[in-house]
């Protein structure tokens, strides 16, 4: 006598289809058997979530919205859901819908029309572009989105002041002062910044001085960093992981600038006049015979709509 197979015990079959679909690179075969799995037992979570992350990671932001919801109307409590329903909505500009979902997973977001603002603090946010990945600093002006706050290399496709959507899943921790934060991954690009990102090497320069330097953009409204000070390059493993742990990789650190450089800084600016304008400025008032060279613009500003 053949074995029945119940509609629950289906629906767990293609979920799992689902996922092994998924794992093998299969995506739109995966939401196939989501799809499937969810209309023979459509109060099940799982499917519906599924789907949901598939749609977010391609930024089909209207599909993920509707999958996350159908899971949280499923299970309230799915706190996966819950907040992949949030950053749909973010994407969306969703607000009413941003709003009730940071609620229900419990953050305390006031009352508003618009934007939703409430601003979480620093965190690291790594950015991906065609050359390459990286980690920043940025500030989270809410559960979803972050401004970045470190002049990022070019190779990242990424500016000062781009204000992204970012995952709410840690990918690998650092350390703010004392405290381990984690690190998310950037979604994509909301609004890009009006800040071009130029480069320029410095010779015969202390790094007192270079630290003057990036203050005086900081005083002009723009924003500059030691990259030859600042930047540190690690593996994958370590970048999703805990560097800052015992027993990670030793990438070794790498030759120590000389004394006096050379440095390599990138300059946030929304004017090249006024980037090479503060240069000139502090070129003539350091004591040593700085020289400058190479200065050029690596990132321009995205046009302005």
């Known amino acids: 006598m053949p074995i029945r197979i119940g509609k629950a015990g289906k629906a767990n079959a293609l979920n799992e289809l689902g996922r092994q679909r998924d794992d093998d690179g299969d995506q739109d075969g995966a939401l196939q058997a989501y799809a499937q799995a969810s209309a023979v037992h459509p109060h099940w979570a799982a499917p519906w979530y599924n789907a949901g992350l598939i749609h977010k990671y391609r930024g089909e932001w209207a599909a993920s919205l509707q999958a996350n919801a159908r899971a949280v109307q499923c299970e309230p409590g799915n706190e996966g859901a819950i907040w992949n329903l949030g950053i749909a909505a973010t994407a969306l500009g969703d607000w009413a819908t941003a709003r009730r979902a940071w609620r229900q997973y419990g953050i305390g977001i006031a009352d508003g029309e618009g934007p939703v603002d409430h601003f979480v603090g620093l965190t690291p946010i790594r950015v991906h572009g065609d ?32 204000l992204v959507l970012h995952d709410g899943a840690a990918n690998g921790y650092r350390l703010r002062g004392e405290r381990e934060v984690p690190v998310f991954d950037a979604l ?81 600016s929304r004017e090249e006049a006024a980037a090479r304008r503060i240069l000139d400025e502090w070129r003539a008032g350091v004591s040593t015979a700085a020289s400058l060279h190479d200065f050029r613009c690596v990132l321009q500003a995205s046009p302005r709509a």
């Open 131 to 162: 050359g390459g990945t990286e980690v920043v600093w940025a500030d989270r002006i809410d559960p979803a989105r972050a401004i970045l706050r470190n002049v990022p290399t070019p190779a990242c496709g990424h500016r000062y002041g781009d």
């Open 188 to 268: 994509e690009l909301i609004a890009p910044s009006e800040y071009a990102t130029y480069e320029v090497s410095i010779d015969d320069a202390t790094q007192e001085e270079i630290e003057a330097l990036v203050e005086r953009f900081q005083a002009a409204g723009a924003m500059a960093e030691n990259w030859t000070a600042s930047m540190e390059v690690l593996c994958r493993a370590c970048s999703e992981g805990r560097p800052h742990a015992d027993g990670g990789h030793n990438h070794g650190p790498g030759e120590p600038p000389a004394a006096l450089g050379p440095w390599r800084l990138g300059i946030a």
